[in-house]
């Protein structure tokens, strides 16, 4: 019986998996024509990308909060040199990448 238990964990989390990739990927083309169109008729980009920064950090905020309450576990806050050594070297070797 455990080793069936097992099995049908890992297809559900296998499926649930599968099932949010697709998600993401079907958004994610989406975005793309609905942003063709969109700046067809719009001629701010810069305003457009800025509501679109602003909207984004309003919602991961809330469900960043939402999550604090409903684990009742305090977040996680890197201190600035963990940041630098840990965090930035990874985003410059990203930015190299598209540089070269």
């Known amino acids: 019986m455990g080793r069936w238990a097992l099995d049908v964990a890992f297809v559900w989390r ?33 305003f457009m990308t800025m509501l679109h920064l602003a909207v984004i950090f309003l919602f991961s905020a809330l469900s ?17 040199t963990d940041y630098l050594r840990r965090v930035a070297p990874t985003g410059l070797e990203r930015k190299e990448v598209f540089l070269a």
């Open 14 to 46: 296998a499926v649930l998996t599968l099932g949010l990739v697709l998600l993401y990927y079907c958004f994610s083309i989406g975005i793309t024509f609905y942003n063709k169109w969109l700046t067809k008729s719009f001629h701010f980009p810069l």
């Open 64 to 80: 960043r909060a939402l999550v604090q309450c409903s684990s009742h576990r305090a977040r996680v806050v890197l201190s600035w």
